[in-house]
């Protein structure tokens, strides 16, 4: 069994920084890509971020874009978001995600149907 646990969050104020990490254990696998989503009380999931493991190829929300970072880490199926110039709108649980292909596919990788697995999330909380 594959396991995403995610952490780093927590509340801050708005204009402040944030950063999240996640990281696979469990029954090994290869994924193609990671990625971060969020979902705020009353709304959807949406797509925040996503990085590809054969190019570090990354993708933003336009919300997100220029604030927040995805990057990889040295270990395989590791992943990290950092969140700066938080705003209030960026309160939301955050869902870490993995694709669990291992190889190249022809994908958007911002849909939440591309990915196999999945964390618990992680809340965060920015006041005004």
């Known amino acids: 069994q594959v396991q995403l646990v995610e952490s780093g969050g927590g509340s801050v104020q708005a204009g402040g920084s944030l950063r999240l990490s996640c990281a696979a254990s469990?029954?090994?696998?290869?994924?193609?890509?990671m990625a971060w989503f969020r979902q705020a009380p009353g709304k959807e999931r949406e797509f925040v971020a996503s990085?590809?493991?054969?190019?570090?190829?990354?993708g933003y929300a336009d919300s997100v874009q220029g604030r927040f970072i995805i990057s990889r880490g040295n270990a395989r199926n590791t992943v990290s978001l950092q969140m700066n110039s938080l705003k209030p709108e960026d309160t939301a649980v955050y869902y870490c995600a993995a694709d669990g292909r291992g190889a190249f596919y022809d994908g958007s990788y911002r849909l939440s149907q591309e990915y196999d697995y999945w964390g618990q999330g992680t809340q965060v909380t920015v006041s005004s």
């Open positions: 990085i590809t493991w054969a190019d570090g190829s990354t």
């Open positions: 469990g029954r090994p696998f290869r994924s193609y890509a």
